[in-house]
């Protein structure tokens, strides 16, 4: 009798045991879910969305997305660059939570995003991508075109001409088209060739990227109004010193660009992001200050650097067209709404249950929390029991 008196204590200590470890394990468990929870990573910063937050952006390009002539400055990736801390990749990197590394240097050219060391003491801009790079920006081509040189020459001194560097011409469209149109044949052969193999050089750099490219804003009306926009250059902050005959003119050399810059970027594969045409009414002639783009400016003797630039306006601008984009490639995920059980009415109606207050817990937690109590109940009545029978 003593011995089965011992025996059945030992097994009963040795149950209770068991149901008391498991109950520990059980504990354990738990909370790791909880010390998980408290060190998950910090939700994104208000209104940033949490599908883009912490993506590695970089920023390529020309001074329209370095933004030239806005201030404050970068110094980045040399003075030169005129890069500033308000272009539209960095109030696109603030809005998305992107980790911005922003190349973008004005005066760029296609060979300096992927061959050159502009200015002597920068790396091409393509060494800034990597297969880590998500998303990726892209301005060029202008350059390519001799962007600033058309401006300079097709300088007016009235609506009627002549033009001011080469006074024996009315205006430049006629120096232009003269033999056949040479802007239009530069951009359908070298610029072309060259945005092509640009985005090439850029999907291999970035094979995980989803690349952007955007257009530039219009700077030329289509047809000039009937008040004309003419202003001498000098007579005012922004002047719009062009006749009658190059407005336009310019204006069917920024479609034809456009034009080449979509195709090659859907031929890459690459996102175009549209800002010509949606500009129109925002072009450099306008006079009502909601132009995007400056005017003609002027620094001592020379053109100031945000001529024909986009101004605070316009890099507004930009930086909504690239969100749409972005919106687009990177949508939220929204979770799907349960349909709510219908309340049965009448004198048999159950007021529905109130809703927990928010303990910063999810439902799972919640359960286990629950499961926990029910082992350690389980285990101490056992072991009660135990004790009894072993008396």
């Known amino acids: 009798m003593t011995s089965r008196t011992a025996s059945t204590r030992a097994h009963a200590?040795?149950?209770?045991?068991?149901?008391?470890?498991?109950?520990?394990?059980?504990?354990?468990?738990?909370?790791?879910?909880l010390l998980a929870s408290s060190t998950a990573t910090a939700a994104p910063a208000p209104g940033v969305p949490a599908?883009?937050?912490?993506?590695?952006?970089?920023?390529?390009?020309?001074?329209?997305?370095?933004?030239?002539?806005?201030?404050?400055?970068t110094g980045l990736p040399t003075p030169e660059c005129g890069q500033s801390s308000v272009n539209f990749p960095h109030q696109i990197a603030t809005a998305y939570g992107l980790n911005l590394t922003d190349v973008s240097c004005s005066g760029a050219e296609t060979g300096d995003v992927t061959v050159n060391?502009?200015?002597g003491n920068i790396a091409p801009q393509i060494?800034?991508?990597?297969?880590?790079?998500?998303?990726?920006?892209?301005?060029?081509?202008?350059?390519?075109?001799?962007?600033?040189?058309?401006v300079q020459s097709c300088l007016a001194a009235s609506a009627d001409g002549p033009l001011l560097f080469e006074n024996?011409?009315?205006?430049?469209?006629?120096?232009?088209?003269?033999?056949?149109?040479?802007?239009?044949?530069k951009i359908a052969g070298p610029v072309s060739t060259s945005l092509a193999e640009t985005y090439a050089a850029v999907a291999a750099a970035?094979?995980?990227?989803?690349?952007?490219?955007?257009?530039?804003?219009?700077?030329?009306?289509?047809?000039?109004?009937?008040?004309?926009?003419?202003?001498?250059?000098?007579?005012?902050?922004n002047t719009f010193p062009f006749t009658t005959i190059d407005a336009p003119y310019l204006h069917s050399v920024e479609v034809k660009l456009d034009a080449a810059i979509q195709n090659a970027a859907a031929t890459a594969g690459f996102t175009y992001v549209p800002s010509f045409a949606s500009s129109f009414g925002h072009n450099a002639c306008v006079t009502d200050g909601s132009a995007y783009v400056n005017g003609v400016?002027?620094?001592?003797?020379?053109?100031?650097?945000?001529?024909l630039h986009p101004n605070t306006l316009g890099a507004t601008f930009l930086t909504d067209s690239v969100s749409a984009a972005l919106d687009a490639a990177f949508p939220a995920v929204v979770a799907p709404t349960l349909p709510t059980p219908p309340v049965a009415s009448g004198p048999t109606a159950v007021t529905p249950?109130?809703?927990?207050?928010?303990?910063?817990?999810?439902?799972?937690?919640?359960?286990?929390?629950?499961?926990?109590?029910?082992?350690?109940?389980?285990?101490?009545?056992?072991?009660?029991?135990?004790?009894?029978?072993?008396?």
């Open 353 to 391: 249950k109130p809703v927990l207050a928010n303990t910063g817990l999810d439902g799972g937690l919640l359960a286990g929390g629950l499961a926990l109590a029910v082992l350690l109940l389980s285990g101490g009545v056992l072991m009660a029991v135990a004790r009894r029978k072993a008396a």
């Open 297 to 307: 400016r002027l620094a001592g003797e020379s053109l100031d650097p945000g001529t």
């Open 117 to 119: 060391s502009q200015y």
């Open 206 to 237: 970035a094979p995980n990227a989803k690349v952007f490219v955007v257009g530039y804003p219009s700077i030329f009306p289509a047809t000039v109004p009937a008040e004309g926009c003419f202003t001498a250059i000098g007579s005012a902050a």
């Open 127 to 150: 060494a800034a991508l990597s297969a880590d790079t998500d998303v990726v920006t892209l301005t060029i081509g202008g350059n390519d075109l001799g962007f600033t040189d058309i």
């Open 13 to 33: 200590r040795f149950t209770a045991a068991r149901f008391i470890g498991a109950a520990v394990v059980a504990g354990a468990l738990i909370t790791g879910s």
């Open 51 to 73: 599908v883009t937050a912490g993506l590695d952006y970089v920023a390529l390009g020309d001074s329209y997305s370095a933004g030239l002539g806005l201030t404050p400055l």
């Open 168 to 185: 024996t011409l009315p205006n430049c469209a006629t120096a232009y088209t003269a033999q056949g149109d040479l802007l239009a044949a």
